[in-house]
C-alpha cells in the first residue's frame, strides 16, 4: 500500500539540493515524504500554492538569548520564537546566561525546559554553560542533553555567569572531546584598553575593546584546538585579522569552528552616529574594509555559519537617552531581521541563494548535530519551510517588530526579502504577518531525538 501524503507545497521556486525549480513538495506527517515536478501530484491531494515565492530550509539560528525564565521582560519564548518564525526561522537554540538561573546545572536545564511550555512557535534547543565552579556539572548537563556549552573568556556582562579562564578550558576540554560536544567561546581576552573620557562615540567603545581582545583570545583557542584536539567555536566572529591563523589551523586538519552575525556583516563603524547605543555589542563592530573581509571569510569557508546573537534587554538598559556607551547593555535584537539582512547584502555582493542556505540552514544544523532532519528539502527530513519573496523591498518599521523590546538598530532600514508564510514540521504557523494555531516547537536534545 502506498502512503499517500496529506498534502502539497508548490511553488515556481523551490531550492533542493540539485538547484532552484518548480516542485511540489510532499509532506506527510512533520516530514518531507518527496520532492517532485509539479505535474506529479496526484488530482486528490490538498495543494498549497505559493506561486512564485521562493521555498526554502527554515533557518536555523544557533545563538539566541531568550532570558526566560528570570528576565522575560528582556524576552521570553513566545515572542522570541514568534519573532523567528516572522524572520523564516524554524529551529533556535538558546544561550545559557541572561536567564536566572543561568543554565550551569541539569536542575537550571529543567526549569528552563518547564518554562518553554506551551510557548515555542519554532524547534528549541539548549547550550548549557562553563563556569569556573561547575566543572562537576558538564557531564551531566552533556547527558541530559545540551547542544554544547558556552564559555566566556571575558566578563559576560552578568555577575552570575563569570568568565572563564585557559586552566578552565584545559580542565574542561577533555571532558567535551570525550562526549563530542562543541564548546562556544566568546573570544575575548582583556589586556589593555584605552579608555576616554567621553564615551558618547562608538570609536571610545571600540577602543575600550580593541581587536587585540579578539585575535589574542582567537589564538588561544587554535593552541588549544590543536593541543586537545578538541571541538572549539568561535561565537560571532567580528575581527577579520585573525582570519588568516584560522584558515592555517582549518588546513591542518583541526576541529575549529566560526560563526559570525548580521551586525557585523549589514553595519561599518564609521556609519555608526554618536550616542546610538542601539549597536553597542561585544565585540564591537568595526569599518567596511573589516566587514568586507568578513564576507570573503565566508565566501572562503573559514567563517561556517552566520547566527542572530539575538540580544536583547529593556529599552532603559540601552540608556540611550543619555548616549554612553560604557553604562549601555551590549546586545542587539534582530532575529526576527536576518534573512533579509543577509539577503539584501548578498544581493549587493552577488552571493547566490544556494550559499545564503549554506550559510543560515545546512551548516547551522550540522553544528548543532541535526543535518539529517533540518536545513534541507530532501525526502525525510523535517517540513520546516519558509516561502518568501526575495526581491521585494521593505523598511522595518516598530510596530510589525515582534520581539518583546523594539529598539533595534534595524529600525528604518529598507531590505529585500519579505516572508510571507513559515511552515514548522508541515504545519503553517505563520503567513502575513499572523501567527496560526497554538505553539506547536518542539524541545530538540542532543540524543538525536
Known sequence: MSITPNFAIISQRVLTPKGERPAAILIQEEKIMDVVSISEISSDCPVEDMKNDVVMPGLVDTHVHINEPGRTDWEGFETATKAAAAGGITTLVDMPLNCIPVTTTVDALNQKIAATKNQLWVDCGFYGGLIPDNLQDIESLADAGVLGFKAFLSHSGIDEFPNINEKHLREALPIFANKGIPVLVHAELENGATQSEDHSTY?????????????????????????????????????????????????????????????????????????????????PIWESDNKEKLWSGLENGLINFITSDHSPCTAELKNLEVGDFKKAWGGISSIQFTLPVIWTECKTRGYSMDQLINWMSKQPAKFIGKDQQKGQISPGFDADLVCWNPDEKYIIQKEAIHHKNKLTPYEGESLYGVVNATFLRGQKVYENGEFLGNPTGKIILNNNG
Open 203 to 283: 570609536k571610545s567603545f571600540q577602543d575600550s575593546r580593541p581587536k587585540s581582545w579578539e585575535n589574542n583570545a582567537v589564538k588561544l583557542l587554535i593552541q588549544l584546538s590543536k593541543e586537545f584536539d578538541a571541538r572549539i567555536h568561535i561565537v560571532h566572529l567580528s575581527s577579520a585579522d585573525i582570519l588568516a591563523e584560522i584558515a592555517q589551523t582549518r588546513k591542518d586538519g583541526y576541529p575549529i569552528s566560526v560563526e559570525t552575525c548580521p551586525h557585523y556583516l549589514h553595519f561599518s563603524s564609521e556609519h555608526i552616529s554618536d550616542g546610538d547605543t542601539r549597536f553597542k555589542c561585544t565585540p
